[in-house]
Each structure stands twice: as structure tokens, then as C-alpha cells.
Nanobody, 126 residues
Framework: QVQVVESGGGLVQAGGSLRLSCTASGLTFDEYAMGWFRQAPGKEREGVSCISWNGRSTYYADSVKGRFTISRDNYKNTLYLQMNSLKPEDTAMYYC???????????????????WGQGTQVTVSS
């Protein structure tokens, strides 16, 4: 049974930090790129950050560059997103997902990802 579970969300004041985690089971984790996406109320889901299978390549949306850091621990089948200097506009449901297939480039499009978790809510108060 495939399970992708996000955790670590919560309510934080602007300028604060949160660390999201995503654990995966029932699927191969260490050979595939992983990504974080978010969806704010009334908006489409958007890509936040992606990381290659070995962690050597990363992508960040312009809106989070310099504030968020993606990482992974393939031994623990876990993906992380360290979020610093949070802003109210970061408020959203955050999802992680695994790439559909192995690629020789870093996928960043939502269409390249499957096996989504249920999400974890991040709320940043001003």
C-alpha cells in the first residue's frame, strides 16, 4: 500500500520557521525526484521546491528562494522542507509528491509528479 504522509505544518507568526516532513512507504523513494507543492485558498496548486533523487539538484520557486531549503534522507524515505522567514503569503496547504518516473533532468512541473500526500496546513499570521 502506497502511503505519502506530510507533517510539520501549523500556525506561526510572520518571520517564524517551520520544518515540513514527508515520509513515503510502499513505493521506491531513493531513485526518484521529489517535490513540494502548495495550494492557497482560491488559487491553483503551485510548485514550491523539487529535489533530484540524489539531492544534488534542487529547484525553488522565486517566491521562496533564499528562505526555504529542501532536503531528503533516502535511508529514512523522508523529504524535508525547512521554511524560514515565513510570510503571510506562504499560507497554504503543502503537499509532497514523487516523480512518476526516473528522469535525467530535475522535473518541476506538477504533471511530472504522482503519489501525492494529503497535505499539511501552514498558516502564517501577520
Amino acid at each position: 500500500q502506497v502511503q505519502v504522509v506530510e507533517s510539520g505544518g501549523g500556525l506561526v507568526q510572520a518571520g517564524g520557521s517551520l520544518r515540513l516532513s514527508c515520509t513515503a512507504s510502499g513505493l521506491t523513494f531513493d531513485e526518484y525526484a521529489m517535490g513540494w507543492f502548495r495550494q492557497a485558498p482560491g488559487k491553483e496548486r503551485e510548485g514550491v521546491s523539487c529535489i533530484s533523487w540524489n539531492g544534488r539538484s534542487t529547484y525553488y520557486a522565486d517566491s521562496v528562494k533564499g528562505r526555504f531549503t529542501i532536503s531528503r534522507d533516502n535511508y529514512k524515505n523522508t523529504l524535508y522542507l525547512q521554511m524560514n522567514s515565513l510570510k503571510p503569503e506562504d499560507t497554504a496547504m503543502y503537499y509532497c509528491a514523487r516523480a512518476y518516473r526516473r528522469m535525467d533532468y530535475l522535473p518541476v512541473r506538477e504533471a511530472d509528479f504522482g503519489y501525492w500526500g494529503q497535505g499539511t496546513q501552514v498558516t502564517v499570521s501577520s
